[in-house]
Every structure is written in structure tokens, then in C-alpha cells.
């Protein structure tokens, strides 16, 4: 039972609450930490801190757990799941982050261990972790050489499965990278909202402030924050001159290549990060028509439009399959997917995906993207994106679409991007171990204009 009166850190309480509501609840844990902390008062230092012990305990969980039972005296001796997370956290602190002194983490996670448990409890995890400072030589690996999975999964904490399919896709170090990359604290990253600012004078007022940036390598007006990045309350977010978005997930806007005075149709829409930067790139002239089935997401691409100043855009509540309309000049198709390009943005991702929710997708996404080909004029460009890695939901999706829809060809993105996220076959790929970007996938189709009769093209359907 918890002691009363022992003192602790409340920050640290909230996060191992949290964490309880990540396992127990099957919570996201960016849901997790929003229930819980909603009716406290914590400052934005407080909330960041948080962050960075919720996330990164999640996402290493398999390796702390993997560690902490080279310091028990019973291994297999089952714990409370209060404990289980006090522990976690302790050795997060301990081993994975570089500003937390070894004593705090230590005394606050005995504090933590009399708060929500016992006094037995408390100095078990002060045994524990004096421990693991004294002798952290103790924790051995599987031999990377003859278990490559088991030691890749358990050293960069991720599932068996998807390690396995890393190394069915990439060679080794490449494999090693990846995982180590989707480990690291996410960067954040805001798109210039060329409608209301220009790409120097934000550069401008970003040197200003002293907030270090790097330009994006493919998008040049997406802007990368070297660390902490800007406040979502900025008066430059607040005003719509930028708007948070992943260069990665602008990449399908401009492969899209929508032209002013087009008509646009963005199938999966809300809440607006592509469908407002087409409108951009649109300079604001023509129709977008932006179709979701969330009403709630639905009415944040209206506020978001608003906000960047963009009123091209007709709103649509509906479901994709069912909708009805067209044809357009230019579709865009963004399709649920796993997800696996953002695991380093999403902690709790790699521990709630598994491959029945590949095949399922897989599933969905060949019949939305016929769906979408019935609503592309004869001349006109349907885009297919998605921010997962796995080949069964981007390049398998595509191959086997062409094989069923004879009037689409497949054109190369090298027209629109650098070689080095270009595949041979013509697909843009990203992954989250380059150039700042999360993993994407995006193919450009474009549907074979008619031919008349006297075997040209019809210029008014190109």
C-alpha cells in the first residue's frame, strides 16, 4: 500500500501513472499523458520533462526490462506493474539520458517506490539500482553474429518481427541505424506558409529569436529545429505564417505537382497538412475538395485553413469509399497505414503494431487506391502516400494496382526530387535514418489520356 506522508517528485509520480495507462489501458501515450496531466498545473519545463521520461521509457522498454534482470535477485519473481514501471524509469534515467544526476534518479525512484508501494518495495529499487551503477558489466547481449534479431531487439528494444523484416530488406549496419535513429528524441520541423510569409523573412525572425535551423535538402520551405524548436503558441504559428508538418510529408504534395486553377482531391484530408500545401502551391487559385469522415478532424482543417489563410478548399464529410464526385485533375491519396516511418515520433507505435495489422492494411489500402483511380480525369496524376517503411503497404500496393489498371502508368519522381530518395522504379522513399525526415513512401500514377480517333490526344483531357 502507498506510504502517506513520504515525499516525491509529483513529475515523476504523473510519469509513472502514465506509463500505467500506456500498458493497462492500451492507451497512445500521447493520450496517456494528456488524461492524466489535463487538471494539473505543471509548467511547459515540467511538461517537456515528462515528455522526454514517458516517451523514452516506452520506447525502450524491452531493453530496460531486458537489463533490469541482470539486478535481480529472483529474475523471474513477478512484480507489481507500478514497480515494474518505477524501475523503468530509474534505469531510463540512469543509462539513457545525460542531464538527470545518477543520484537524483536513484533517490527519486525510491521516493516514487514508498509512494506507490512499500517501504520492502522502496529498497528493493534502491538495491537495484546501486547495483546496476556498481556493476553494469553484468548485462550481456545474444551474440549479435548468431541471433542477429534476438540482439538487435533486445539492444535497440523493438519486436522480433520487425527486426526480421529490417534485415529481410536492408544489410546490417544499415538496420542498426534505423532502429538507433527511431531511439532518438523527434525533431520538429515547421513548413513556411508561402500564402502569408516568405522563406528568408522567417529565416530572418527565426536567427532573431536564436533558434538554430537547418533548411530542408528537398522542400526548401520546411524549416529543421536542431533541438527544443518553437513553441506551438508562437506568435509565427498563431499568425499561420508556418505550420508544424514533417518535410517527409510534404514530399506527396509536391510529387503531386497540383497547378493553379486545378481541380484537387485530397481522399484522406483532415487535418489539412497536405491538403493546405497544395493549396499553397496552388497559390490559392482553383479547388480543393478535402474529404474525411472524422467530423472532429474534419473541423480542425477548417480552423488550420482558416488560420494559413487558404479558401480553396470544400470540405467534405464522408467516407472515401463511399464518396462520390469528379473526376479530377489531380487526386491525392494518403492511406491509413502502420505507420512504421514515424516510430521515433510515436513511442508506443512498435509495441501496439504487429504484422495481422500489415495484412489488414494491406487489405484496405488496394481497395481505397482503386477507388481513387475512378476519380482521376483521363490525362490527370493520382499520388499514393503513406509514412510506413513496410514494402507490403507502399511498393506491393502500387505493383499490384498497375497490374489491375491498365489505363495508369507509373512516372518516375527523379523529374521532382534528387536520386537519393528515388528508387530505380521511380517510387520516393524516405526513411527516418536521413537527411531529418521521417519514413514515407509516395508513387505518382497517371492515368492515360483518351485518344481520338485519329490515334492523337484529346488536349482538353491532358
Excluded at 426 to 437: A, C, D, E, S
Amino acid at each position: 500500500m502507498p506510504e502517506d506522508g513520504k515525499k516525491f517528485d509529483p513529475v515523476r509520480a504523473a510519469v509513472v501513472e502514465i506509463l500505467g495507462r500506456v500498458e493497462n489501458e492500451k492507451l497512445s501515450s500521447d493520450e496517456a499523458i494528456y488524461q492524466t496531466i489535463k487538471n494539473r498545473l505543471f509548467s511547459q519545463l515540467d511538461l517537456r520533462f515528462i515528455r522526454q521520461l514517458v516517451n523514452g521509457t516506452v520506447k525502450l522498454k524491452r531493453r530496460l526490462d531486458h537489463d533490469i534482470r541482470f539486478f535481480l535477485s529472483k529474475p523471474s519473481e513477478n512484480m507489481s506493474a507500478r514497480l515494474v514501471n518505477i524501475l523503468r524509469l530509474g534505469f531510463f534515467q540512469l543509462f539513457f539520458t545525460d542531464r538527470i544526476p545518477d543520484a537524483a534518479a536513484v533517490s527519486e525512484s525510491v521516493n516514487l517506490a514508498h509512494f506507490f508501494c512499500d517501504t520492502p518495495r522502496a529498497r528493493l529499487v534502491n538495491a537495484v539500482l546501486r547495483s546496476a551503477l556498481r556493476h553494469p558489466e553484468r548485462v550481456v547481449f545474444r551474440n549479435r553474429i548468431e541471433d542477429p534479431i534476438s540482439y538487435l531487439a533486445d539492444y535497440y528494444s523493438y519486436p522480433d518481427w520487425f527486426v526480421s523484416y529490417c534485415l529481410s530488406e536492408f544489410k546490417y549496419g544499415q538496420v542498426e541505424d534505423l532502429l538507433k535513429s527511431m531511439n532518438q528524441p523527434p525533431q520538429m520541423s515547421v513548413r513556411v506558409n508561402s500564402l502569408k510569409a516568405k522563406e528568408n523573412d522567417i529565416a530572418g525572425m527565426l536567427d532573431e529569436k536564436q533558434i538554430k535551423y537547418t533548411r530542408g535538402k528537398y522542400l526548401p520551405e520546411f524549416f529543421h529545429f536542431d533541438s527544443g524548436g518553437i513553441s506551438p503558441d508562437d506568435e509565427l504559428i498563431r499568425e499561420g505564417q508556418i505550420y508544424i508538418q514533417d518535410e517527409s510529408a510534404g514530399l506527396a504534395v509536391r510529387l503531386l505537382n497540383p497547378k493553379q486553377n486545378q481541380s484537387v482531391l485530397d481522399m484522406a484530408a483532415a487535418p489539412g497538412g497536405k491538403t493546405t500545401y497544395a493549396a499553397a502551391r496552388m497559390r490559392n487559385k482553383g479547388m480543393i475538395t478535402a474529404v474525411d469522415k472524422s467530423r472532429p478532424r474534419l473541423e480542425l482543417l477548417i480552423e488550420n485553413s482558416q488560420r494559413l489563410g487558404v479558401s480553396i478548399i470544400n470540405p467534405v464529410l464522408a467516407d472515401n469509399k463511399e464518396f462520390k464526385g469528379g473526376p479530377f485533375d489531380r487526386v491525392l491519396l494518403d492511406v491509413p497505414c502502420t505507420g512504421w516511418g514515424n516510430a521515433g515520433k510515436h513511442s508506443d507505435l512498435r509495441w501496439t503494431k504487429c504484422p495481422e495489422d500489415v495484412h489488414k492494411l494491406s487489405k484496405l489500402q488496394a481497395n481505397m487506391l482503386d477507388k481513387a483511380a475512378r476519380l482521376v480525369k483521363p490525362g490527370g496524376v493520382l499520388v499514393y502516400s503513406t509514412c510506413t517503411i513496410i514494402r507490403k503497404e507502399n511498393d506491393d500496393i502500387v505493383e499490384e494496382f498497375l497490374v489491375r489498371n491498365r489505363d495508369f502508368v507509373l512516372e518516375s519522381a527523379a523529374e521532382f526530387f534528387d536520386a537519393d530518395i528515388v528508387t530505380e522504379r521511380g517510387f520516393v522513399k524516405t526513411y527516418p535514418n536521413k537527411q531529418n525526415l521521417s519514413g514515407a513512401f509516395a508513387a505518382r500514377l497517371k492515368k492515360k489520356p483518351i485518344l481520338k480517333k485519329n490515334g492523337g490526344s484529346d488536349p482538353s483531357k491532358l
